[in-house]
């Protein structure tokens, strides 16, 4: 059968395009729900509204990204029905209870909140709405909660028994508490943390480019240059126990990232190499001997299982590695750019035109290390959808393929018109706030974080 005519491999195509699209949105929401309590605490210590303004600027981002991501998720649980029936047959014992908790605790959080957030400045006390403010943020944060320990059971599943093909729990907190899920669940938080400040730091050097120096500019600027600076270092540790935990719990999935063949000890750190599957080896690879034994195991004499022990039974090679050495790269330009824009913010005061213009181009940097990571996660799952328990073929459904290729083409299409006007929408926003085009207040009538910051700089705090 030609591939591309493969129901599964399209279907398999279909949630991978829903996936890497619903993943952006929940990224930036999830960590700019901090941001935003941040700067409202920021301003109800300080009295100074350039905070204020910086709230109310980044909060309609929050409500557009929080809105494509309800929306863009339940596409999702559609295709459970319709191209994955396997899936919740085989482990909907586990996958059930998991996804409606995410929905009973964190989006009925979110969603009760949420407009106490976007609408109530003004018609409740100021400690009301960031106490709104700070439940959509722990809200954001326990819908990951759920669903990550959804994913990292799949990745690595404990705490089940299988009866007549299915899977029932026997033990719910190893279910939740996966191998994999504390390396998983912050290292995704902290892939969030950097996908939003690098999002704040590059529309704010933007508009600075631009002229809109005000404080409100800087604030966030200043803020969100000092959260990447200090994530990118924490990313690269976490992702380093996260290679360890990958090691011990799914050999298979790290011989392809680190592209590794044979078994053997003193393995090689694989710099770069063309993977060649059909003949079992590397092309053009440059190496350093010893370096992956060493980091995996802390001696250079630690035996690394290489990919001819799992024969059809591993991932495809060169999607992972790729994906694995993309991620890893867009990390160690982060920690650049953030370490350097944070040196000459503390040393003038203002980013330089070379730091400046690195900053906007990294402005989405975040998502395409971040989708290079979920890449390296889900492809590197394969050929099981829960690791050791059901394949992904057996979880396929009967739908014909000349049905997916059109759904498939559908959701492409509508995908890119969103993205581009999210982002369109995004840089207009920017442009309306810049000078002579103030952020209008959430409530025009009844702002009273405007009146308190008058009030602070008549007495000379503002």
Same mark, same amino acid.
């Given at each position: 059968m030609n591939s591309l005519a493969d129901p599964v491999l399209l279907s398999r195509l279909q949630f991978a395009a829903n996936m890497s699209f619903h993943i952006l949105f929940p990224a930036i929401s999830i960590a700019l729900a901090w941001v935003l309590l941040y700067f409202k605490l920021r301003h109800g210590r300080s009295g100074d509204g350039a905070w204020m303004d910086a709230y109310r600027f980044w909060v309609k981002i929050f409500a557009l990204s929080f809105a494509i991501g309800v929306v863009s998720g339940i596409t999702m649980s559609f295709q459970f029905g319709t191209n994955w029936p396997g899936y919740m047959n085989t482990v909907g014992n586990v996958a059930g209870p998991l996804l409606a908790y995410e929905v009973l605790t964190a989006f009925f959080l979110e969603a009760s909140f949420l407009g106490i957030m976007l609408f109530g400045a003004g018609r409740v006390s100021r400690r009301i709405h960031t106490l709104a403010t700070l439940l959509v943020a722990v809200g954001t944060t326990l819908s990951a909660f759920w669903i990550l320990a959804l994913n990292s059971w799949m990745q690595t599943p404990t705490g089940f028994t299988m009866v007549d093909g299915q899977a029932h729990p026997t033990d719910w907190l190893a279910v939740l508490f996966s191998p994999s899920f504390p390396y998983r669940f912050v290292h995704m938080l902290t892939a969030s943390g950097l996908v939003t400040a690098f999002l704040i730091a590059g529309i704010s050097a933007w508009r600075w480019r631009r002229g809109d120096?005000?404080?409100?500019?800087?604030?966030?600027? @200043?803020?969100?240059? $000092?959260?990447?600076?200090?994530?990118?270092?924490?990313?690269?540790?976490? !992702?380093? #126990?996260? $290679?360890? *935990? &990958?090691?011990?719990?799914?050999?298979?999935?790290? %011989? %392809?990232? =680190? !592209?590794?063949?044979? &078994?053997?000890?003193? %393995?090689?750190?694989?710099?770069?190499?063309?993977?060649?599957?059909?003949?079992?080896? *590397?092309?053009? =690879?440059?190496?350093?001997? $010893?370096? @992956?034994?060493?980091?995996? !195991?802390?001696? &250079?004499?630690?035996?690394?299982? $290489?990919?001819? =022990?799992?024969?059809? %039974?591993?991932?495809? +090679?060169?999607?992972?590695?790729?994906?694995?050495?993309?991620? +890893? !790269?867009?990390?160690?330009?982060?920690? +650049? +750019?953030?370490?350097?824009? #944070?040196?000459? #913010?503390?040393?003038?005061?203002?980013?330089?035109?070379?730091?400046?213009?690195? #900053?906007?181009?990294?402005?989405?940097?975040?998502?395409?290390?971040?989708? @290079?990571?979920?890449?390296v996660t889900e492809i590197g799952r394969q050929p099981w959808l829960v690791q050791g328990v059901l394949t992904t073929a057996a979880a396929a459904g009967p739908v014909p393929a000349d049905t997916v290729t059109l759904s498939l083409a559908m959701y492409l299409g509508l995908y890119v018109l969103l993205l581009s006007s999210f982002v369109g929408v995004l840089f207009h926003l920017a442009r309306q706030a810049g000078p002579g085009h103030p952020v209008p207040p959430l409530n025009p009538d009844l702002d009273p974080f405007r009146a308190e910051a008058r009030h602070a700089g008549e007495h000379g705090h503002a």
């Open positions: 120096q005000g404080s409100d500019v800087r604030a966030a600027l @200043a803020s969100a240059v $000092g959260l990447a600076a200090l994530l990118a270092p924490l990313q690269i540790a976490v !992702g380093d #126990l996260h $290679g360890i *935990n &990958t090691f011990h719990h799914q050999p298979s999935k790290l %011989a %392809a990232m =680190e !592209g590794l063949w044979d &078994t053997q000890r003193a %393995a090689p750190a694989v710099l770069f190499a063309i993977p060649d599957e059909a003949a079992q080896a *590397n092309r053009y =690879e440059i190496a350093i001997p $010893g370096l @992956a034994s060493l980091y995996l !195991g802390h001696t &250079t004499d630690t035996e690394v299982r $290489g990919l001819k =022990e799992f024969p059809g %039974a591993h991932p495809p +090679v060169a999607p992972v590695f790729w994906a694995f050495r993309l991620m +890893v !790269g867009i990390g160690l330009l982060m920690l +650049v +750019v953030s370490w350097s824009a #944070l040196w000459q #913010l503390r040393r003038h005061g203002q980013p330089g035109p070379l730091v400046g213009r690195a #900053l906007v181009a990294m402005t989405f940097s975040g998502w395409l290390a971040l989708l @290079a990571g979920w890449y």
